[in-house]
């Protein structure tokens, strides 16, 4: 879990409060792809790949949400799906 930020954008400590909070779930996903077999080193250099598409993707796009609220999900007028058992809806 990620706790909310201690400090305000402006304050020097944040970025390694930041670090704090995401070792713990990073250390999680490295031990989870070694027990399934991943390399330890293979498992980082495959996270730092992954960052840095987020990275790049995050800078062409910095707020993909947004555009979603734009975009009508279902553009042909059918229900969404995830309504369809009993009781999902009032």
Known sequence: MINEP???????DRNLACQ??????LQII???ANTH?????????????????MR??????????EEMD???????GDPDP???WPGANP
Do not use: C, F, R
């Open 6 to 12: 201690k400090y305000p954008v402006s304050h020097e």
């Open 20 to 25: 704090e909070e995401v070792d713990g779930p």
């Open 30 to 32: 490295l031990d989870q």
């Open 37 to 53: 077999g991943w390399g330890t080193i293979e498992t980082i250099s495959a996270m730092e790949e992954v960052l840095k598409n």
């Open 56 to 65: 790049i993707a995050y800078a062409e796009h910095p707020d993909p949400a």
């Open 70 to 76: 734009e975009i009508d999900p279902h553009p042909s």
């Open 82 to 84: 995830s309504n369809d």
